[in-house]
């Protein structure tokens, strides 16, 4: 009969590391936060965080954003240290990374191609299959 209670592998290093659970925890709590700020600074409005990712030493984090205008970009840089210290009070870690945002390249990377999808589709003007 198998054992039920080792339903993860013990050797879980790479599937459950530490810093995968950190980024997670992180992008839960950041997402809540400029939510509660969106209502405050319109600024911060329809900004979504795709994904977090800390250095091995968890000094520092950045923190991936579907779209980043220059607007919502400055008023991040204006919320950081609010953000960290949140960031600090919420999570149990030894240190509070020091967060930066960028635009998630994965986003326009996708746009990219969906735009290269549409114009093999489309055919061109004046063709015969028109």
Known sequence: MPDRRRSFPTNSGARYARSLRVNQVLREVLADELERLADADERLR?????????????????????????????ALEERRAQLQHLVGREMRIKRTPRLSFLADPAVR??????????????????????
């Open 46 to 74: 329809l900004l979504t965080i795709t994904s977090v990712e800390t250095t091995p030493d968890l000094r520092h984090a950045t923190v991936y954003l579907s779209t980043l205008e220059d607007e919502a970009a400055e």
């Open 109 to 130: 990377s996708g746009e990219a191609i969906e735009d290269l999808l549409r114009r093999i589709r489309r055919p061109p003007k004046g063709s015969p299959s028109e």
